[in-house]
Nanobody, 132 residues
Framework: QLHVVESGGGLVPPGGSLRLSCAVSGYTSDYYAIAWFRQAPGKEREGVSCFGSSNGVVGGPTDYADSVKGRFTISRGNAANTFYLQMDNLKSEDTGVYYC?????????????????????WGQGTQVTVSS
């Protein structure tokens, strides 16, 4: 089964940047999708971005929620099992707990409307606070 660990949250002023990291281990299939979800207080968990990871392939399909397009970038690191979410021009409404999730059975698409229940393996979450 997949094991997911995320890190990199913190406090940043509006307009600032943060980079979140997600390390995935325990995979046995050639493909899995990883995604970032976030949950603000009193709100449902929502999909932010995803990456379709295939064994031996550097790139992969990506998708973003409309609210973060042009500001967030998901990528794979030099280590094949590490992924990053670069968040630029952060806004107060980006505040929340950010979770990395992975699953070998789902394709990366329409992340903004993908239920969190579609992903089976989750990290513990990392807090992102955008405030002056």
């Amino acid at each position: 089964q997949l094991h997911v660990v995320e890190s990199g949250g913190g406090l940043v002023p509006p307009g600032g940047s943060l980079r979140l990291s997600c390390a995935v281990s325990g995979y046995t299939s050639d493909y899995y999708a990883i995604a970032w979800f976030r949950q603000a207080p009193g709100k449902e968990r929502e999909g932010v971005s995803c990456f379709g990871s295939s064994n031996g392939v550097v790139g992969g399909p990506t998708d973003y929620a409309d609210s973060v397009k042009g500001r967030f970038t998901i990528s794979r690191g030099n280590a094949a099992n590490t992924f990053y979410l670069q968040m630029d021009n952060l806004k107060s409404e980006d505040t929340g707990v950010y979770y990395c999730a992975a699953d070998p059975e789902i394709r990366c698409m329409e992340i903004g409307v993908t239920p969190s229940s579609y992903y089976g393996f989750w990290g513990q979450g990392t807090q992102v606070t955008v405030s002056s």
